[in-house]
């Protein structure tokens, strides 16, 4: 047995062979991390930007400074539905709000909408100091909703409003406010969201008045403002109606803004979901949407990476 602890000296070609393959990880590990920092958003046809209920809520749970420079590195120009509050702090990282949330509080801001005029005198104001808000720091956009078809969403036990008065009630609604959507330079577009699943309060809306593309599509030809469009939400789209290529369409000139998330579930944008998202987004592209597309998926892993994924499949 060899007790002798003094180290055997290195010949020279051991010592250059170590050498070289030591440089040669250290040089692949400098590429991996330039790749994984390198922006996800390339090609310039889509304006990415990130839902930010999704990801202060799950996974890591950042809040809007973090989201931001998430966003920042991922090559979005916005993290969207952040209180008029926090307006200033998009500024500060050089983003934009894309689209606008409302303030229903106590209420999610799709319960109760333009459907039922009960609630006008909330809905109408929360929309106008929206509108307001968006204006005053330049963002483009502020969301709007038909509201539940129950006339008292709060009790189980309540009388529905039907689906050809609802319409009718959202119409004269919306007239009430997109005057001053008008004047301010802001687009109030309008959620389709499906009443289907209901395994999770923020994946279905049982109830939901406006669950398919066309009757929301009816509201605003109705309404014919060109400051009142759709928001193409692809996952509820799926969910209800299916079809997206032919919906995309048929209904481009109407869409104002688009959401993503993977169906079922809601989740990434990967392939345990069934929509084949680059031809969908390539069909907005074709019909001239020049608008952004807003990734509002739950994440079940790790958001960073997920995100990474939802806008390199979709950056088409």
């Known amino acids: 047995m060899n007790t002798d602890p003094s180290p055997r000296p290195l010949s020279r070609r051991e010592l250059l062979r170590r050498t070289t393959a030591l440089t040669a990880g250290a040089l692949a590990l400098g590429t991996a991390s330039r790749l994984t920092a390198a922006p996800a958003a390339t090609h310039g046809r889509i304006k990415h930007s990130i839902v930010q209920w999704p990801f202060e809520t799950f996974g890591s749970k950042w809040n809007l400074d973090q989201l931001c420079e998430v966003a920042k590195e991922l090559g979005c120009v916005s993290v969207e539905l952040v209180p008029d509050k926090d307006y200033p702090i998009l500024k500060r990282h050089g983003l934009i709000c894309a689209i606008g949330q409302i303030d229903m509080n106590p209420d999610p801001p799709f319960v109760k909408g333009f459907n039922n005029p009960d609630h006008w005198p909330r809905v109408i104001k929360a929309t106008t100091d929206a509108i307001d808000a968006a204006a005053a720091f330049g963002f483009p956009n502020v969301i709007c909703f038909t509201g539940y078809s129950a006339r008292q969403p709060d009790d189980p036990r309540s009388r529905h409003i039907a689906p050809e008065r609802g319409a009718r009630n959202c119409v004269a609604g919306f007239k009430q406010v997109v005057g001053h959507a008008e004047q301010k ?115 079940t892993r790790d958001a960073r990476e997920g995100l990474r994924q939802a806008i390199t499949v979709c950056d088409v």
């Open 185 to 299: 330079g802001v687009t109030l577009c309008l959620e389709m969201l499906n009443s289907r699943e209901d395994s999770h309060p923020m994946k279905g809306h049982p109830g939901y008045q406006g669950d398919h593309v066309d009757y929301c599509l009816d509201i605003l030809r109705r309404v014919s403002s060109p400051r009142l469009k759709l928001l193409f939400d692809i996952y509820h789209v799926q969910v209800m109606d299916g079809d997206l290529v032919r919906r995309i369409r048929q209904s481009g000139e109407f869409i104002g803004h688009v959401h993503t998330a993977g169906n079922p579930g809601r989740g990434e944008l990967d392939d345990h979901q069934e929509i084949n998202f680059p031809p969908v987004l390539r069909a907005l592209v074709e019909v001239g949407y020049r608008g952004y597309v807003g990734h509002e998926f739950i994440p």
